[in-house]
């Protein structure tokens, strides 16, 4: 990366317990607490969160759940192992820890700032596209920047997506890809492997989906990151705000209330109806206008790469490709990657991975994948901002990865097996031949050459093998 940096100063450190306290056997504490559970299945999520539990966060270790007065008494009932999640200790631990304008992370308007500066200073590369507004009365814009060589043209070239802030409290997944699209105009004409990319590519960056949720978690961010805002800002008309964006999509939503809440005051509520709310209207209808091949869509915490399905506890038809381009994607990170299925994350339901893959009568079919970046123990929902350079050079692989394989996610799939012949009899000179059928056709990863590992009976076998 260049000398400009995303977090040009440091202002505080954090320092952070690395002790876990158990719970179990302790009294009830009155205020809430932030435990860790072993996961157990779809069930126990629903039974923790019918007595007033709040899952935060699926990470490697277990689920992170809020809970207070009788809902954590509940909680420290259950027959597996509570761990309490260590406070963290310095900055982010107190309201007037980070200041009116988030610190280092970008506020909505900052971001709007930082993107009219981007194609300001590389015209030729870069434009900006409302493609939706949120809630008045200040109808905030849902604004892509897009990238390629020749910006003002629709040229005939593989395009992709990359966003983030679906969910307000989650600072850090503004800043991949808004840093992202920094890196890739700061690095044109100079890193070959960048300037093939933006030719070869149209590349689509949204940094914050949810508009109005940043702006709020700017104005309301006082306490632990994970008791800050994560809805929109939606007034539901009874005393309650908020829509979770990541379970409003219209590919199976509201399959279960495993998944997703249709309770207006739950965390994970899913709106009234498919795409009720302009967010995530803005996103269905511009996968609509556009070919997206696939996308990474940034989210905060727990350190997986997760993708479809997200409703059930099932592979898709492309399971193959999502494993291999998930590991291709992963790679140096130390992520879990995975699904329901592989136990990875718990069910969700109307999220915009299987709405990618899974909607395929309005637009195309998309390799949605969904990076949880940071743990707890590096800030949770708000790291300090000496994370946040360290993390973008962390993903820094995964978002070039996906570049790689936007003209065609299958290629990442190893050459088909060839069709093999049964072994012909022998020539006059007692030789036989093997022969096999190259290049099956619709193969996205075609063979350059052939080597024969070995043969049942290598005394047969004296003549050289060619095409």
Request: aromatic share 12%; hydrophobic share 35%.
């Amino acid at each position: 990366m260049n000398s400009r940096r995303l977090a040009c100063a440091l202002r505080a450190t954090r320092v952070f317990i690395p002790v876990l306290v158990a719970l179990v056997g302790l009294a009830p504490v009155a205020h809430a607490a932030l435990v860790t559970v072993p996961y157990k299945g779809p069930r126990q999520i629903q039974d923790l969160e019918a007595h007033g539990a709040q899952v935060v966060a699926f990470t490697k270790e277990g689920v992170d759940i809020e809970a207070e007065g009788a809902a954590l008494a509940y909680v420290l009932s259950r027959p597996y192992p509570v761990r309490q999640v260590p406070e963290i200790q310095g900055p982010f631990a107190s309201p007037e820890a980070i200041d009116a304008n988030l610190g280092l992370y970008h506020t909505y308007d900052e971001t709007e700032s930082a993107l009219g500066t981007m194609v300001s200073t590389y015209p030729a590369l870069a434009d900006t596209i409302r493609i939706g507004r949120a809630y008045g009365p200040t109808f905030r814009n849902v604004t892509a920047i897009k990238i390629s060589d020749n910006v003002a043209t629709d040229e005939n070239e593989p395009e992709l997506l990359y966003m983030g802030n679906h969910h307000a409290r989650e600072l850090m997944s503004v800043e991949i890809p808004l840093g992202f699209a920094q890196y890739l105009l700061d690095n044109y004409g100079t890193d070959a492997t960048v300037t093939n990319y933006v030719d070869t590519r149209e590349i689509y960056i949204i940094p914050v989906l949810n508009p109005d949720g940043l702006a709020y978690v700017q104005a309301n961010h006082t306490g632990p990151s994970n008791t800050w805002w994560r809805k929109n800002r939606r007034n539901n008309g009874n005393g309650t705000f908020g829509v979770d964006l990541n379970r409003n999509y219209g590919y199976q939503w509201g399959y279960d209330n495993i998944g997703s809440s249709g309770s207006t005051s739950s965390a994970t509520y899913r709106g009234p109806s498919a795409f009720s709310e302009p967010e995530s209207q803005a996103l269905r209808d511009f996968c609509e206008e556009r070919e997206f091949t696939c996308w990474l869509s940034y989210h905060s915490y727990g350190e997986l790469l997760l993708y479809p399905w997200g409703y059930i506890s099932a592979f898709t038809p492309d399971q193959n490709v999502f494993v291999a381009l998930g590991a291709a994607l992963a790679e140096g990170t130390n992520y879990a990657v995975g699904n329901p299925a592989l136990g990875t994350i718990y069910l969700t339901n109307g999220d915009s991975d299987d709405y990618a893959y899974g909607e395929i009568m309005t637009k195309n079919k998309i390799f949605g994948f969904t990076p949880e970046v940071n743990s707890n123990a590096q800030g949770g929902f708000a790291p300090a901002e000496s994370m946040i350079q360290p993390t973008f050079d962390l993903l820094l692989n995964m978002n070039l990865t996906l570049l790689e394989y936007a003209d065609n996610p299958f290629r990442v799939l190893g050459p088909y097996e060839p069709g093999q012949y049964v072994v012909q009899a022998p020539y006059a000179n007692g030789v036989n031949r093997i022969s096999w059928t190259a290049n099956v056709p619709g193969d996205p990863n075609p063979v350059a050459t052939y080597d024969v590992e070995g043969c049942l009976d290598p005394s047969l076998s004296v003549d050289s093998c060619t095409p």
